[in-house]
């Protein structure tokens, strides 16, 4: 399997190559030269299957240098009970005969990125050992919420590697920034960033593309690659629980064999809801994919539309990890969509130089044979959380409500009934206040007290990884501005 950049596919990569760099060359994405297709008798096989076995079927389709031995040890120390509080790992649970909720949130941190972020560690620290690099790898990640202490958790003294993350100061819930400011381990480094997710971001694609600190890190011993869903190490695990869901519909008789599903995502840079795409294109039976997006709703107007405009008012909402305005995966997606890699840059110079980019017509009609749009604002979101719980005795975080709000606005307007998957990416206790909010709340208690407080409310226990919390000390307190991002890397890589 080869990989080639979304902009140029003159040269290609082995896998190994696309995940050491995380970003192509010339900045575009590393992505499949092409989307291989499960045998046909694939998901009747797979359904049998541990998590672990099939997350080695299916990524070993994309990683032809990789031996099923070395997926196998990578899966086990993945997505092992010392990782996750359920043997299956990314179980689904149906609310009705229709409506399934694919639960990411399982793992160390409690939020869907450690999905890949567990695998990404692993196939980076292989991929070194294969391409004989010994310079030292420095993982820069920008974070809206749940990626930064997903990336902290999974690298954490990981030989070989320096990690730094940046967040929003401001962009975040508490409990989000306390996991990550708490962070053990030796090689990392956790610093905020005075702007939003989207400053965030851009500041690390400076940092990739500053070919001076590049020479100056070369010379310290260190390279930088990304931890972020640009790198197609974070994408690839994806795909897995979106094949392992139709799996565990079929094993469970929720499904007939062959039969068509929809999947609604909470989305914000794209890449989870890409994955799923990717799903469908290997021969998985999804109908729609529904995007679901909060009050930052550049995605549903792309969707409807055809233009992509981030000239907007930012908004921070109780769903934080999807407060995001540029959605760096929509480039593979556009990739897939055209073909064409002088299309997809032309497009995003346009969005650096002007922030706004209009797909052509027959695009935004493939484009929408496939997706749909829909959004909410934090009003709808706690409404939904509420209804949730009082009609499915059933508790969601606010991302998985934008979800539920977005199939419901798409089940009215359509009245398309196929059974569907929301993907539900964090556990509720991460954003204690809203939730309780919804619960009819009106005094809500301050810091971590308030998992106490929604455990009493509804019965069900805290997560031990949000629990420990408490007996953490804060390592991480520093502030930069968004131009000085660069003096935090190197003050970590002496």
Known sequence: MQYVSTRDVSTSYMASQAIIQGLAPDGG?????????????????????????RAVYIMKQFLEEFSVKELTDFAAAAYGPEKFDTPAVAPVRSLDGNTHCLELWHGPTCAF??????????????????????????????????????ALEGF???PHTRIMVFYPRDGVSQVQELQMVTQEG???????????????????????????????????GFFFSSANSINWGRVLPQIVYYISAYCDLLRDEKIAPGQTINVCVPTGNF??????????????????????????????????TGVYD?????????????????????????????????????????????????????????????????CCDDRETQRVIGEVYRQHDYLIDPHTAVAFSALDQYRKESG????????????????????????GVTEVAQGLDALDQLSAKTGLPAPAPLSSLRNKEIRFTRTVEKENMVDAVLSMLV
């Open 186 to 220: 030796n090689n990392v480094g956790v610093t905020a960033v005075r702007g939003n997710f989207d400053d965030a971001q851009s500041g690390v694609k400076r940092l990739f593309s500053d070919g001076e600190l590049r020479r100056t890190l070369a010379d310290r």
């Open 271 to 304: 890449g989870n809801i890409l994955a799923a795409y990717y799903a469908r294109e290997m021969g998985v039976p999804i109908g729609k994919l529904i995007c679901a997006s909060n009050s930052n709703n550049v995605l549903t107007d792309f969707i409807r």
């Open 29 to 53: 994405l590393m992505t499949p030269f092409y989307i291989p297709k499960l045998p046909g008798k694939a998901l009747e096989d797979l359904k049998s299957m541990s998590y672990q076995h």
């Open 156 to 158: 954490k003294d990981v």
């Open 113 to 150: 990125k450690d999905m890949a972020l567990q695998m990404l560690p692993h196939l980076l620290t292989a991929s070194l050992t294969k391409r004989e690099e010994e310079k030292t790898v420095c993982i820069l990640v920008a974070t809206s919420g749940d990626t930064g202490k997903g």
């Open 310 to 374: 981030r000239k907007r008012p930012f908004h921070n909402t109780m769903s934080p990890s999807m407060d995001i305005l540029i959605s760096s995966n929509l480039e593979r997606l556009l990739f897939a969509l055209t073909q064409d890699t002088q299309e997809v840059k032309q497009y995003m110079e346009q969005l650096n130089a002007s922030g706004r980019y209009e797909v052509r017509k027959p695009i935004l009609e493939r484009l929408q044979k496939l997706f749909q749009g829909y």
């Open 416 to 439: 398309d009934d196929t059974p569907c998957v929301v993907v539900s990416t964090a556990s509720p206790f991460k954003f204690c206040d809203n939730v309780l909010g919804a619960l």
